[in-house]
């Protein structure tokens, strides 16, 4: 079984230059029109890590502004446009750079995360064997009936910190437009991952990781939450523990 702790280990790798380092000779570098991402090659399985929103990066921002959404197999299935568009563009590479009869483990944070559940739609429909879905700050991606079949054919643990204000966008609209998907891994403001947790209890959570970054003279604490660096210490934390 794999660890929480080391997708978020995959998911922070994505962020790393492929020109400054050297991840192995069984890591692959993809990209397409500024989406970008590594396949980490193993014996047994491949995983797929999609790289989040750089801020400097045009492109990236914009495709977390276009949260209109799209129906692109006219299935029902509507679907955040920016992510779909940035997930698509990298699909040729995942296609040539992995073996169908091989499981897919698949992560991703903020932007990534979002691209790596529609990742895991395109390939699930290509008769893909997806078995785990991890996203660490993923804003949310698609409507009930696109959720609805993400979950029914993988482990997706979607995972949120404390006050990240990232997982809250784009709005719900009473679930009518966005619904949130997998099982809620919830970090709290003691670095303890809660599952399931209720709104009641991260409400009052919530109030603690405030009480407590003002206690340390941050006053927003919701950018802070939402860095991979702390995704990936607590859960490296909760697995030494």
Not at 185 to 207: C, F, G, H, P
Request: proline share 5%; hydrophobic share 40%; with cysteine.
């Amino acid at each position: 079984m794999i660890s929480p702790a080391k997708y978020a280990e995959w998911a922070s790798l994505a962020y790393f230059d492929p020109t400054s380092v050297n991840l192995g000779r069984d890591t692959l570098f993809i990209e397409a029109d500024n989406a970008e991402g590594y396949i980490f090659k193993y014996k047994n399985f491949d995983v797929i890590s999609l790289r989040g929103t750089q801020p400097g990066q045009w492109k990236d921002i914009a495709a977390d502004l276009k949260f209109w959404r799209m129906d692109p197999a006219g299935t029902g299935e509507r679907i955040h446009s920016g992510f779909w568009r940035e997930a698509f563009s990298l699909l040729p590479a995942v296609i040539r750079n992995t073996d169908p009869e091989k499981p897919v483990c698949i992560t991703g944070h903020s932007l990534g995360g979002g691209m790596a559940v529609i990742m895991a739609g395109f390939l699930m429909k290509m008769g893909y064997d997806v078995v785990d879905l991890y996203t660490f700050g993923q804003p949310r991606v698609g409507n009930n009936k696109f959720v609805k079949r993400i979950e029914a054919g993988c482990n997706w643990q979607r995972y949120v910190n404390n006050n990240d204000v990232v997982p809250t966008v784009p709005p719900k609209v009473f679930g009518l437009m966005f619904k949130d998907g997998g099982t809620l891994q919830y970090i709290n403001a003691n670095a303890q991952v809660i599952e399931n947790s209720t709104w009641k209890e991260r409400m009052k959570d919530k109030l603690v990781g405030i009480k407590n970054s003002w206690k340390q003279g941050k006053y927003f604490d919701s950018f802070a939450d939402h860095s991979m660096s702390c995704y990936k210490e607590h859960l490296i934390k909760n697995n030494k523990e």
